[in-house]
């Protein structure tokens, strides 16, 4: 039976790529925000969710930290996607007869080179898949849109130039999200282990919580703080670390963790994705 994938954005966005590559045989479910794909998930509306968390030129996608640690949801596995960026034009369209170029402001930024060198206007849009489906439903020949190749197929458009971002090391880091906790097993191939923390109000109290993984070995490859409610007192951290809690190493490194934290949450453990 096919299953039903959440995502966040119009179809055709690069979200959906990722859908599309994890999930070839399901079925890709749009949501408008990130918000309603995480609730997708939660009320079973969807079986899984994928959510951009950073993005290798961008950094972090801030609303996701927030979001995740309350969602109840739980990582099962991660997804690096190079995003290649595509200039789209109505069926018979020739590069020589774009004129003007609308997509995400950040795509446009990523494609200044192009769009300076073909002397194309720029229009700033809500995002690429939606600008791919604004050119289609317009039908101008002089309008492009930058957005994926799988906007191009669905919104019958041409493919009129490939990968012409400024960056090629460009690439966005997806989780998979469930309702159900689905871990990865030990000595099954390499394991990420994600979770939250907060540390106790004394001096020093990161320094020391850190200390554990570095002792024991442990590879943090990602530690990030945000504000919690608002305040500039309260502060939480998100770690990603390799290797799985069952771990000798990794159980010694949360032992040490726990004496100088008030709050651990474990997020996901599962496997570590291919950059």
């Given at each position: 039976?096919?299953?039903?994938?959440?995502?966040?954005?119009?179809?055709?966005?690069?979200?959906?790529?990722?859908?599309?590559?994890?999930?070839?045989?399901?079925?890709?479910?749009?949501?408008?925000?990130?918000?309603?794909?995480?609730?997708?998930?939660?009320?079973?509306?969807?079986?899984?969710?994928?959510v951009p968390i950073e993005n290798?030129?961008?950094?972090?996608?801030?609303?996701?930290?927030?979001?995740?640690?309350?969602?109840?949801?739980?990582?099962?596995?991660?997804?690096?996607?190079?995003?290649?960026?595509?200039?789209?034009?109505?069926?018979?369209?020739?590069?020589?007869?774009?004129?003007?170029?609308?997509?995400?402001?950040?795509?446009?930024?990523?494609?200044?080179?192009?769009?300076?060198?073909?002397?194309?206007?720029?229009?700033?849009?809500?995002?690429?898949?939606?600008?791919?489906?604004?050119?289609?439903?317009?039908?101008?020949?002089?309008?492009?849109?930058?957005?994926?190749?799988?906007?191009?197929?669905?919104?019958?458009?041409?493919?009129?130039?490939?990968?012409?971002?400024?960056?090629?090391?460009?690439?966005?880091?997806?989780?998979?999200?469930?309702?159900?906790?689905?871990?990865?097993?030990?000595?099954n191939g390499p394991v990420k282990?994600?979770?939250?923390?907060?540390?106790?109000?004394?001096?020093?109290?990161?320094?020391?919580?850190?200390?554990?993984?570095?002792?024991?070995?442990?590879?943090?490859?990602?530690?990030?703080?945000?504000?919690?409610?608002?305040?500039?007192?309260?502060?939480?951290?998100?770690?990603?670390?390799?290797?799985?809690?069952?771990?000798?190493?990794?159980?010694?490194?949360?032992?040490?963790?726990?004496?100088?934290?008030?709050?651990?949450?474990?997020?996901?453990?599962?496997?570590?994705?291919?950059?």
């Amino acid at each position: 039976m096919s299953k039903k994938i959440a995502f966040q954005g119009e179809l055709g966005a690069f979200s959906h790529s990722a859908v599309a590559a994890l999930f070839p045989q399901d079925e890709a479910f749009a949501c408008e925000s990130f918000e309603d794909s995480i609730k997708a998930v939660q009320n079973g509306v969807a079986d899984f969710g994928v959510v951009p968390i950073e993005n290798s030129l961008y950094g972090r996608i801030a609303d996701i930290h927030h979001l995740l640690p309350e969602s109840g949801l739980n990582i099962v596995g991660e997804y690096y996607l190079p995003i290649e960026m595509n200039l789209l034009g109505i069926k018979g369209a020739k590069l020589s007869d774009i004129k003007s170029v609308q997509s995400l402001s950040v795509a446009l930024g990523q494609c200044r080179k192009f769009i300076a060198s073909h002397g194309l206007k720029k229009i700033n849009a809500i995002d690429t898949a939606g600008s791919a489906k604004q050119v289609a439903r317009i039908g101008n020949i002089t309008a492009g849109a930058i957005a994926s190749k799988l906007a191009a197929d669905i919104y019958g458009l041409d493919v009129l130039a490939s990968n012409i971002e400024d960056a090629k090391h460009n690439t966005t880091r997806f989780l998979i999200m469930s309702k159900a906790e689905i871990k990865a097993l030990s000595n099954n191939g390499p394991v990420k282990t994600t979770f939250v923390f907060r540390v106790r109000n004394v001096p020093a109290a990161l320094y020391k919580a850190m200390g554990g993984f570095a002792t024991n070995g442990i590879n943090m490859s990602k530690l990030e703080s945000y504000m919690v409610d608002g305040s500039f007192t309260a502060t939480q951290f998100y770690a990603d670390i390799e290797g799985h809690p069952d771990d000798k190493s990794v159980k010694f490194a949360f032992e040490e963790l726990e004496f100088f934290t008030d709050f651990i949450k474990i997020l996901g453990v599962y496997p570590k994705g291919d950059k």
